[in-house]
């Protein structure tokens, strides 16, 4: 972990997790052909942290999230938000419990513009059935204008406004990123779950990314839970660590003790320190 860098220690040495548990993990067991990719994991999110979740490749991180966000069921243990289970829940009913997610790889509809993207993750927060839209009532022509509002709203929050029009697939890669951010934050979420937001950004686009992740905490109060490989950014804007190796949790706590931790410097690099 030769390079990694944690933040002022002082400032580690006064992190205190005092909110409220808004995501929480108990016994989390998740298996593929008898092999367990994610074993008895315990983990919890505190509200208006920044949680990350790390480890080798293989580690079970990815597992981990598709647990969460419905994508999996396991096999044992149960997943809660806010104090209530979510275990099993399929993925559009824990976007209306308010987790959203984005993926290591985009997710995005291509051939519909920017705006059209974002559009398309405000629709979870809409009620206006088949009828209501066929016959295009006064609340349907409501919901449609507070969609369109919602979207360009944050498209304007990640910059993207001048590409509303574009198509998505026309963007730069790292915009592209952004405008997944802007459609999972569409659906107003109150635990964003970003899986390797960093994942292709060049430095300048990373230290971009790590400023608006502080600015959304701040501004639009949410808990934010993120997987990422790039360990600069880890121990530059995380509260707290958890670190998994082998489908197990080895690790956690702050980004300094996370830095020191032996069994975590093992992990990465093979060795003993």
Not at 77 to 84: A, H, I, L, T
Not at 101 to 109: A, H, K, P
Not at 124 to 149: H, P, Y
Request: hydrophobic share 40%.
């Amino acid at each position: 972990m030769g390079s990694l860098q944690a933040r002022d220690s002082a400032a580690e040495d006064t992190f205190t997790r005092d909110g409220a548990i808004v995501l929480e993990t108990a016994g989390l067991t998740k298996s593929f052909g008898g092999l367990a990719a994610v074993d008895s994991l315990d983990m919890r999110v505190h509200r208006g942290e920044i949680a990350s979740l790390i480890g080798p490749n293989g580690a079970g991180k990815t597992t981990v999230f598709n647990v969460v966000t419905g994508i999996y069921r396991p096999e044992r243990g149960s997943v809660f938000f806010e104090g209530k289970e979510i275990t099993g829940r399929p993925p559009h009913r824990i976007v209306e419990k308010g987790i959203a997610r984005t993926f290591q790889n985009l997710r995005l509809f291509s051939n519909m513009s920017c705006l059209e993207n974002v559009m398309a993750g405000r629709h979870c927060r809409t009620f206006s059935g088949v009828a209501a839209s066929l016959f295009r009532t006064k609340s349907q022509r409501n919901e449609e204008r507070e969609i369109r509002e919602r979207a360009e709203e944050r498209l304007r929050l990640v910059g993207l406004w001048e590409f509303r029009d574009e198509l998505a697939r026309n963007i730069p890669y790292g915009r592209q990123r952004m405008l997944e951010i802007a459609r999972a934050l569409a659906t107003s979420p109150r635990l964003l779950v970003l899986d390797e937001p960093s994942s292709g950004l060049n430095p300048r686009e990373t230290e971009d990314l790590m400023e608006f992740i502080r600015a959304i905490i701040r501004d639009e109060q949410l808990t934010v839970l993120l997987i990422e490989h790039d360990m600069n950014v880890v121990m530059g804007i995380s509260d707290w660590v958890t670190v998994m190796d082998g489908g197990e949790k080895i690790s956690e706590g702050p980004p300094a003790h996370i830095y020191h931790d032996p069994k975590v410097i093992e992990a990465y690099l093979g060795v003993r320190s």
